[in-house]
């Protein structure tokens, strides 16, 4: 990445996406590969008022070698003391967080032992559960975003030929970092999805149907929940965007509601490994039979990680005139992949999306149907053969998205 391109990026993260100023805290998420681009978003964040940016250096093949490595099985399940403390104080304090996303080696977990790397993903979000809750109910800004590496780029590009460049061509316009001014040009496409957004909260639809290849799925929804879409607001009053693409207008379902066949239409990264082809059937809300074309035992294990697990925390509507989809490439990357197709989330919901439900304890968000649980993954089911359908309470039907555009 050159410079005058982490500076206009830098820009949209900090000035755009989480309105650093003065006074402010960053705790900044990176794995090694990204050190220039931490240090300059470091350096950045510091000109524009920081009080402070705390960088966590994470290396994933940490977590291969100690699956591989261990000895005692039971040692999977330890969580240093003071592991949950700082997550809590982080919270506390009001931090901003950044997470800089794209592996240095995005088939690290191929072939792992699914049962030990479940245990360890699951200890590692106990301790985070805290922090979890606040990102899901936006108690403080935070953000994910995309720095691109050259193992990434060849997975997305299938050869690693001059592949800065090449990705990057396909990246700038998807940023939007090829207009004038890139921080404007997000605040444009944010009242776009608001509009979205408000045409759905208007008709409080208690189901949306999805319809096609391998798919005739309904999710119930319940009068209290609205759609979000774009930038959202933290408890200090911050406005601020979770994520640097977004393409998606979002809500969280009645977890109990759900019923049908859903096929994923891309591949997801599930506890670290791609799995290809899945496909769940749902009963009262709850997953009752999985398959994937490969790796469906981490599939599996993902589904017992909790009681949550299997089921959605959330629903998203994304039409195919997203940018990420007419690339016409698959990013093997949850925060693109999530951006170019219709999805729905297992796991935890998000609180934001309920009326009050920011304030709302664990056994109130139980009584109204929000999904809890220590995961949230987004598998996506929409296409250009996907259909749309919100459907009213004398079931009448209104389509939402046609062949995978939006109608509304």
């Not at 969280?252 to 670290?272: I, Q």
């Not at 009050?356 to 296409?383: P, W, Y």
């Amino acid at each position: 990445m050159n410079k005058e391109l982490m500076k206009a990026y830098s820009q949209v993260i900090l000035t755009g996406a989480l309105k650093i100023k003065n006074d402010d805290v960053l705790w900044l998420k990176s794995e090694p590969v990204h050190l220039e681009f931490a240090r300059f978003i470091a350096e950045t964040a510091y000109k524009l008022g920081a009080k402070y940016v705390n960088v966590s250096l994470e290396d994933p093949a940490f977590n291969r070698i100690r699956i591989d490595s261990t000895v005692d099985e039971s040692f999977f399940d330890y969580i240093p003391e003071n592991r949950t403390p700082m997550f809590d104080s982080i919270v506390k304090e009001g931090w901003r967080s950044l997470a800089l996303r794209g592996p240095d080696e995005p088939d690290l977990m191929e072939g792992v032992d699914s049962i030990k790397l479940g245990r360890v993903l699951k200890a590692t979000s106990i301790a985070r559960k805290g922090f979890l809750s606040a990102v899901s109910s936006n108690k403080l800004p935070w953000n994910v975003c995309l720095a691109p590496t050259r193992a990434w780029a060849t997975k997305v590009l299938g050869t690693d030929n001059d592949w800065e460049k090449r990705i990057w061509d396909i990246l700038i316009p998807i940023l939007r970092l090829d207009r004038k001014d890139p921080v404007s040009a997000w605040l444009e496409h944010d009242a776009k999805l608001k509009q979205r957004a408000e045409f759905l909260n208007y008709h409080k639809f208690p189901r949306i149907r999805f319809s096609g290849p391998g798919t005739d799925l309904t999710v119930g929804m319940l009068p209290d929940r609205r759609f979000n879409g774009g930038s959202c607001t933290a408890a200090d009053g911050t406005v601020f965007f979770p994520n640097i693409p977004t393409e998606e207008v979002f809500s969280t379902p009645d977890m109990t509601a759900t019923e049908g066949n859903v096929t994923c239409t891309r591949p997801v990264t599930v506890y670290g490994a791609q799995v290809n082809g899945a496909w769940f059937r749902f009963e009262n809300g709850r997953v009752v039979e999985s398959g994937a074309e490969t790796n469906a035992e981490i599939l599996k294990q993902y589904l017992n990680t909790d009681e949550g697990a299997s089921m959605l925390g959330e629903v998203a509507l994304v039409g195919v005139d997203s940018p990420i989809y007419q690339s016409g490439k698959i990013f093997h990357n949850i925060l693109f992949d999530e951006n170019a197709s219709c999805h729905i989330a297992l796991g935890n919901g998000y609180t934001d999306c309920i009326v009050n439900g920011t304030t709302m304890d664990e056994e109130a968000l139980r009584k109204c149907r929000c999904n809890q649980s220590l995961v949230h993954t987004d598998f996506m089911i929409g296409s250009e053969e996907v259909d749309v359908i919100g459907i009213a309470g004398d079931g009448a039907e209104t389509i939402i998205i046609k062949n995978g555009e939006f109608v509304i």
